[in-house]
């Protein structure tokens, strides 16, 4: 009897602890992408696009306000829909077209390091049990030398005379009805994480009815399963070894995978970064990084994100370089040239902090 009392403790220990602990996250990643397939099939952004076009006169602000908007909104391909803005204000044949690729490109992908809405935070974020504070301290420094970098680039490789702006169409009552209320489902969230589920769900809620659709067909044809499926598997297994002490946490962190030492470390770390290199996904590189912090200690989380971000962005698989190669014509060589040094900047932050620090 006593036995099968303590059998019974064991498996609901693991259903607690394992399968239950966070899954939350799944539902609010469940919400953004019903919410993100109906914002992107009904044009419900539109309007605030157009507001930042006929707004504002520097040529340069424009064009960091309209890579912002595009790459924060929670839109699958949301490079596309930056690179299609920046398309309206770029001349066809300007020459300094083929730089607004890398615009493209560094405005879109910076929100991985801090938005809510991106599995890249998410994850992590559940993972350890962080609040959403406590996470944009620790990715500060990426933060910070991210933002630098960009800032550089902007002002100092774009110029005002190779841009053209272009009006458009503009309604305040449309940016009020149809984005306000996810911004405001954002600060929510920020405000207190407890609330995440009830906010996208809201949110999710108030799109079907602005947008009348009402197919669950339709909706559910929006979630990527695959997604929430790799996540599901990431964060159960973090919390099974957050949990439990397994024979082979213990073996990895032996012999020449010992994060302690020199070569052990090296060996490790290309490890993430060939991995990252060649998926080429951002829940996949993410992913990694938790899973080696998980086995090899939270201490090194910092310089894992760091160099498996850095494989991510050079990746051949990355489809965002193709995108931006096919709107502006930037070549892959300048590409690689920018995102080695936005890489090589963030490596060698997260390296300081991490190891010398």
């Known amino acids: 009897c006593y036995r099968n009392i303590t059998l019974k403790g064991e498996k609901m220990d693991f259903i607690t602890n394992v399968l239950l602990k966070n899954i939350s996250y799944l539902w609010m990643i469940f919400f953004i992408m019903i919410t993100a397939g109906l914002a992107k ?17 520097s040529n340069k602000f424009v064009v960091v306000l309209l890579s912002a908007i595009g790459g924060v909104l929670p839109i699958e391909g949301r490079v596309t829909v930056s690179a299609g803005l920046l398309d309206t204000v770029a001349p066809k044949d300007g020459p300094g ?38 996470w944009l301290g620790l990715i500060a420094p990426l933060l910070i030398v991210t933002f630098a970098f960009i800032t550089w680039y902007i002002w100092s490789q774009v110029h005002n005379e190779e841009i053209v702006i272009t009006p458009g169409n503009f ?54 399963w695959d997604v929430l499926a790799w996540v599901g598997a990431v964060i ?49 590189f993410i992913a990694i990084a938790v899973l080696m912090s998980q086995v090899f200690g939270h201490e090194y989380f910092l310089w894992f994100f760091a ?51």
């Not at 969230?189 to 949110?203: E, P, R, S, T």
């Open 41 to 57: 099939e009904y044009h419900l952004f539109a309007p605030a696009f157009a507001y930042v076009r006929n707004t504002f006169r």
């Open 97 to 134: 077209r083929e730089k607004l690729g890398i615009v493209d490109y560094l405005s879109t992908h910076h929100y991985y390091l801090w938005s809510p809405l991106e599995k890249t935070v998410i994850l992590p974020i559940a993972a350890f049990g962080l609040t959403y504070v406590a």
């Open 171 to 224: 309604k305040l009552s449309s940016v009020l009805r149809n984005v306000v209320p996810m911004f405001a489902a954002i600060g929510l969230y920020i405000y207190n994480d407890k609330w995440m589920v009830g906010c996208f769900g809201f949110l999710t809620l108030y799109y079907i009815v602005i947008s009348q659709q009402w197919s669950p067909k339709k909706l559910l044809g929006y979630v990527r």
């Open 236 to 284: 159960m297994l973090g919390n099974y070894m957050k949990t439990y002490d397994t024979a082979w946490q213990t073996m990895l962190k032996s012999s020449m995978l010992d994060p302690h030492t020199f070569v052990g470390m090296v060996i490790i770390s290309a490890i993430g970064l060939i991995a990252s290199f060649f998926m080429g996904s951002s829940g996949k």
């Open 307 to 357: 160099i498996d971000f850095a494989g991510y962005l050079l990746s051949p698989t990355h489809k965002c370089v193709v995108i931006g190669n096919r709107y502006f014509g930037t070549p892959f060589g300048t590409y690689y040239k920018a995102l080695g040094a936005w890489g090589g900047l963030m490596l060698l932050t997260a390296g300081i902090i991490t190891f010398v620090i």
